[in-house]
């Protein structure tokens, strides 16, 4: 299985490698910390993040407000187009959770399919599978900028 496949949130493609929504045809590319957040959101589906553990796993190192994170998601319902608060659901003093189930393209249980994938097998938290596929995610960036610097050099 590829581990980079789309994920299909209530029929918005969302692809965290390259932090891109794809709604209908309307091409989107999020900020990396809304990329994060929904990242986070679906691998906890159908649980509920809190607002401490937004802030421990998308900011581990650094303090970040509620105002902040209300931003973000914010943010992630005019991209994803949840105007009506049909994809991302506020529970009111706890924090947040996703509404639809995010599936695979191939129409598999995301977490599911995360979970017994052969990269991340023997894993049983959902946040080591987050912190896994965050570092695949960084070293694919690192790498690419490392060839890019290598490319510009005269």
Request: net charge positive; charged share 25%.
């Given at each position: ?32 910390k ?68 995010p599936?695979?393209?191939?129409g ?47």
């Amino acid at each position: 299985m590829d581990l980079e496949k789309d994920i299909i949130i209530d029929g918005v493609e969302f692809n965290p490698y390259i932090r891109r929504v794809k709604l209908e045809k309307d091409i989107k590319t999020l900020r990396k910390k809304e990329s994060e957040v929904l990242f986070l959101l679906c691998s906890t589906y159908p649980d509920a993040v809190t607002y401490t553990d937004l802030s421990a796993k998308i900011w581990p190192h650094s303090y970040v407000s509620r105002p902040c994170i209300t931003q973000i998601i914010h943010a992630l319902r005019e991209i994803l187009g949840d105007s009506g608060r049909n994809k991302i659901q506020t529970i009111p003093k706890l924090g947040y959770r996703l509404i639809s189930k995010p599936l695979t393209k191939d129409g598999k249980d995301f977490t599911f399919v995360y979970k017994n994938h052969s990269e991340i097998s023997g894993i049983k938290t959902k946040d080591y599978i987050c912190q896994k596929i965050a570092s695949v995610i960084t070293a694919r960036q690192t790498l690419q900028r490392q060839q890019a610097f290598a490319n510009y050099i005269p």
